[in-house]
T-cell receptor, first 118, second 113 residues
């Protein structure tokens, strides 16, 4: 079954304690993205990756790091989390670019990770 | 900087009625996407609109794009309860990266019997 898997689904942690949210896809997709969703703000893109070792900043990259060492994995790293990073995070993958022209290659989203930073 | 605005943000409608959700964007964009999110769930891609005048339909939902007016609409025909969800539109900055999408804040639709 085609899937984007995020872990953990829920995490409560404290300010400053480094954490990693993993994302894995089994569809051999080239493009992967991280978004955060906040009430009243919709989804905002944090980082995206076009392929292995190729990443770029989205709209709200501050305080986050990513890496893409393998095609299937795209972890999101919070080196020193702060309360303003409390949010619902989604990972997504697609065969083509998320904003590309191929209509039959939509983004597939994971189930989300709810992070609470105290 | 591209901004994407949806309205209304909340919509309560009765089954069987028609309604339209509007998505305006502030600068040139050459493509527009619609997504659906059920409560507590992830996002699902609905439509991709790639040119001026594009219209796509699936079931009771029809999406259209007017790039000159910088406007996309999502029309709901004869709403049913199963359509209750939050709907997002997203656009790409024309000339920007194909990896970068800007989302609207979402329209939370509630269809009541």
């Amino acid at each position: 079954e085609a899937q984007v898997t995020q872990n953990p689904r829920y995490l409560i942690t404290v300010t400053g304690k480094k954490l990693t949210v993993t994302c894995s896809q089994n569809m051999n997709h080239e493009y992967m993205s991280w978004y955060r969703q906040d009430p009243g703000l919709g989804l905002r893109q944090i980082y995206y990756s076009m392929n292995v070792e190729v990443t770029d900043k989205g709209d709200v990259p501050e305080g986050y790091k990513v890496s893409r060492k393998e095609k299937r994995n795209f972890p999101l790293i919070l080196e020193s989390p702060s309360p303003n990073q409390t949010s619902l995070y989604f990972c997504a993958s697609s065969l083509g670019p998320p904003a590309g022209t191929t209509s039959n290659q939509p983004q597939h989203f994971g189930d989300g990770t709810r992070l609470s930073i105290l | 900087e591209l901004k994407v605005e949806q309205n209304p943000l909340f919509l309560s409608m009765q089954e069987g009625k028609n309604y339209t959700i509007y998505c305006n964007y502030s600068t040139t964009s050459d493509r527009l996407y619609w997504y659906r999110q059920d409560p507590g769930k992830s996002l699902e891609s609905l439509f991709v609109l790639l040119s001026n005048g594009a219209v796509k339909q699936e079931g009771r939902l029809m999406a259209s794009l007017d790039t000159k007016a910088r406007l996309s609409t999502l029309h709901i025909t004869a709403a049913v309860h199963d359509l209750s969800a939050t709907y997002f539109c997203a656009a790409r900055n024309y000339g920007g990266s194909q990896g970068n999408l800007i989302f609207g804040k979402g329209t939370k639709l509630s269809v009541k019997p």
